[in-house]
């Protein structure tokens, strides 16, 4: 490697790092947008996946991929925990359900002796890093570009649009919610295992509603037109703090500031585009 | 699935009561019945219930007592997407048509339940010559289109599933007299073809030309029913709906 790249990405690295792990909690929080549902749990199952994953490295030295699956799954599981009985209601119940479970979560974590009290977990080993976490948003990425394209994206964006609509042409609109929110758990989960381990040290207030708003905003500022939406989006309300640190104190005033002028003016996000679909233009199935 | 025989009633009702929450019904105890291959209207005045009682026989709403038999089957409270696939399908009020996206994708969304492709396009090429208009308009975003013409495409999406039986919640509603005119024609040539047809209608002057049965809806009960003909003649009818 060059020696300046090795500096660049010394000096940058936990900015780097933020930017692939933001991407793929905009991904988390896209799955669900992408078919109408709001949930504010993004940052709970986040949570939970950096928590499950750091206890399995430091406590039992479980190797990374295990601990990355781990991660994973028990998100998905609280995904099928308030998923399931809220996803017959409309809309602002999964929110609502969602922001209690990341509370529960939050006071759990403060007040148990195994996730280390208020003071968190410290001395989490390093692993994986840029290839685990660039790799993982590639993936995800493709892997959604795809969905968004065949009839599953179609069915999603239908019920986006007109969920009564969609659910009278046959579209299985339960069974969709909640694949949805379980995709969107294991993401975040992912997200938060993968940043464990490059930051070393998880606190429980790390993973609050605050962490939920933004996630949420990563989508809003982007537009969920196409997954490429999201990210951007998070890429961009990632490195904007960086870019306005000459501002010093004005530097959320102004951040704030962009935020509120693109949902007046670009109500649809800064990627508006949607992506195109076979049959779109005819009608003719391939 | 057993086959319903030949004297029993594609669609019936009984007794059905819906609310939406609290203690008022807006379906206070309605009996109903479509036989196969009829056209059977639905009239009454804003408020009514006939919406209500479409949405509930789509599964977008839960009974609150009696029965909906559809083939044979209870389908009282069950989930939306499986009696699309029993092949009872609406063509939703207010014409719901997905307004960002194509007109050639609101059709596919018709056929979601399809998995045969050679079908789907069969269907789309009866679909698109039985309106013109769609074809020429197919890569335009359905959101562009005038009323008449998404109200067009909402039941082209519903003939997209080829239904056993085919809702119609206000075809007609707040379209310019020409596209009326039209909406009703291709109802007729519906009909024509032996198609079972329940149709809602406040217009009910069209409705009642070409139902075989009609049944009049007044604040949740069912005040009158009988032959469309007899119907139209009715005094009460007269001077309530057709303005005599």
């Given at each position: 490697m060059p020696e300046f790249l090795d500096d660049f990405l010394f000096t940058y690295q936990t900015l780097i790092y933020a930017l692939g792990v933001n991407g793929l909690l905009a991904l988390s929080m896209y799955v669900v947008l992408a078919l109408g549902q709001l949930s504010l749990g993004q940052a709970a199952f986040m949570g939970l996946g950096?928590?499950?994953s750091a206890l399995l490295t430091v406590k039992l030295g479980l190797p990374f991929p295990l601990v990355l699956l781990a991660a994973m799954l028990a998100p998905a599981l609280a995904a099928l925990c308030v998923g399931a009985p809220t996803l017959r209601l409309s809309g602002v119940y999964l929110a609502?359900?969602?922001?209690?479970?990341?509370?529960?979560?939050?006071i759990f974590f403060i007040n148990s002796e195994l996730t280390g009290g208020a003071l968190g977990l410290s001395g989490i080993p390093t692993k994986g890093g840029l290839i685990s976490i660039?790799?993982?948003l590639a993936l995800a990425l493709i892997a959604f570009a795809f969905v968004a394209r065949s009839k599953i994206g179609r069915a999603m964006e239908a019920m986006r649009e007109d969920e009564l609509a969609a659910g009278a042409l046959g579209?299985?609109?339960?069974?969709?919610?909640l694949g949805a929110l379980v995709v969107s758990a294991m993401l975040a989960g992912l997200a938060g295992a993968l940043n464990a381990h490059v930051s070393s040290f998880i606190s429980p207030n790390d993973y609050g509603f605050d962490a939920a708003v933004t996630i949420l905003s990563f989508a809003l500022l982007g537009g969920i037109g196409s997954p490429f939406g999201p990210v951007l989006g998070a890429f961009i309300l990632t490195l904007l703090p960086e870019v306005l640190r000459p501002l010093a104190d004005y530097k959320?005033?102004?951040?704030?500031?962009?935020?509120?002028?693109?949902?007046?003016?670009?109500p649809r996000g800064l990627l508006a585009w949607r992506m195109g679909r076979a049959g779109a233009a005819t009608g003719r199935p391939k | 699935m057993s086959e319903p025989k030949m004297s029993e009633p594609l669609l019936s009702l009984r007794?059905?009561?819906i609310g939406y929450g609290g203690a008022t019904e807006a379906v206070k105890g309605v009996s109903l019945e479509v036989r196969a291959g009829a056209v059977v209207c639905l009239i009454g005045a804003n408020g009514a219930g006939k919406t209500t009682i479409l949405r509930c026989l789509s599964g977008l709403l839960r009974p609150r007592g009696g029965s909906v038999h559809f083939k044979g089957r209870d389908i009282g409270g069950m989930a939306a997407h499986r009696i699309a696939a029993l092949g009872l399908v609406q063509a939703p009020e207010g014409r719901q048509v997905f307004a960002n996206m194509t007109i050639a994708e609101n059709l596919r969304m018709g056929a979601w339940l399809l998995k045969d492709r050679a079908e789907e396009a069969r269907r789309r090429d009866m679909v698109l010559t039985r309106f013109p208009r769609l074809s020429e308009r197919i890569r335009q975003l359905a959101g562009l289109l005038s009323g008449g013409e998404q109200q067009m495409l909402a039941m082209g999406r519903a003939m997209m599933a080829d239904p056993q039986m085919l809702l119609l919640d206000e075809p007609s509603m707040g379209l310019a007299p020409l596209f009326v005119e039209e909406i009703f024609r291709i109802i007729a040539e519906l009909k024509a073809e032996g198609r079972t047809i329940l149709l809602v209608e406040q217009n009910a002057q069209a409705a009642l030309?070409?139902?075989?049965?009609?049944?009049?809806?007044?604040?949740?009960?069912?005040?009158?029913?009988?032959?469309?003909?007899e119907i139209a003649r009715n005094e009460k009818v007269v001077a309530a709906y057709l303005g005599g």
């Amino acid at each position: 490697m060059p020696e300046f790249l090795d500096d660049f990405l010394f000096t940058y690295q936990t900015l780097i790092y933020a930017l692939g792990v933001n991407g793929l909690l905009a991904l988390s929080m896209y799955v669900v947008l992408a078919l109408g549902q709001l949930s504010l749990g993004q940052a709970a199952f986040m949570g939970l996946g950096a928590y499950v994953s750091a206890l399995l490295t430091v406590k039992l030295g479980l190797p990374f991929p295990l601990v990355l699956l781990a991660a994973m799954l028990a998100p998905a599981l609280a995904a099928l925990c308030v998923g399931a009985p809220t996803l017959r209601l409309s809309g602002v119940y999964l929110a609502l359900a969602t922001i209690g479970l990341g509370e529960v979560q939050r006071i759990f974590f403060i007040n148990s002796e195994l996730t280390g009290g208020a003071l968190g977990l410290s001395g989490i080993p390093t692993k994986g890093g840029l290839i685990s976490i660039y790799g993982s948003l590639a993936l995800a990425l493709i892997a959604f570009a795809f969905v968004a394209r065949s009839k599953i994206g179609r069915a999603m964006e239908a019920m986006r649009e007109d969920e009564l609509a969609a659910g009278a042409l046959g579209v299985d609109l339960p069974a969709y919610k909640l694949g949805a929110l379980v995709v969107s758990a294991m993401l975040a989960g992912l997200a938060g295992a993968l940043n464990a381990h490059v930051s070393s040290f998880i606190s429980p207030n790390d993973y609050g509603f605050d962490a939920a708003v933004t996630i949420l905003s990563f989508a809003l500022l982007g537009g969920i037109g196409s997954p490429f939406g999201p990210v951007l989006g998070a890429f961009i309300l990632t490195l904007l703090p960086e870019v306005l640190r000459p501002l010093a104190d004005y530097k959320t005033v102004v951040n704030g500031s962009i935020i509120v002028l693109a949902v007046i003016f670009m109500p649809r996000g800064l990627l508006a585009w949607r992506m195109g679909r076979a049959g779109a233009a005819t009608g003719r199935p391939k | 699935m057993s086959e319903p025989k030949m004297s029993e009633p594609l669609l019936s009702l009984r007794d059905l009561r819906i609310g939406y929450g609290g203690a008022t019904e807006a379906v206070k105890g309605v009996s109903l019945e479509v036989r196969a291959g009829a056209v059977v209207c639905l009239i009454g005045a804003n408020g009514a219930g006939k919406t209500t009682i479409l949405r509930c026989l789509s599964g977008l709403l839960r009974p609150r007592g009696g029965s909906v038999h559809f083939k044979g089957r209870d389908i009282g409270g069950m989930a939306a997407h499986r009696i699309a696939a029993l092949g009872l399908v609406q063509a939703p009020e207010g014409r719901q048509v997905f307004a960002n996206m194509t007109i050639a994708e609101n059709l596919r969304m018709g056929a979601w339940l399809l998995k045969d492709r050679a079908e789907e396009a069969r269907r789309r090429d009866m679909v698109l010559t039985r309106f013109p208009r769609l074809s020429e308009r197919i890569r335009q975003l359905a959101g562009l289109l005038s009323g008449g013409e998404q109200q067009m495409l909402a039941m082209g999406r519903a003939m997209m599933a080829d239904p056993q039986m085919l809702l119609l919640d206000e075809p007609s509603m707040g379209l310019a007299p020409l596209f009326v005119e039209e909406i009703f024609r291709i109802i007729a040539e519906l009909k024509a073809e032996g198609r079972t047809i329940l149709l809602v209608e406040q217009n009910a002057q069209a409705a009642l030309d070409i139902a075989d049965h009609a049944y009049v809806l007044q604040s949740g009960r069912i005040e009158l029913s009988g032959p469309a003909a007899e119907i139209a003649r009715n005094e009460k009818v007269v001077a309530a709906y057709l303005g005599g």
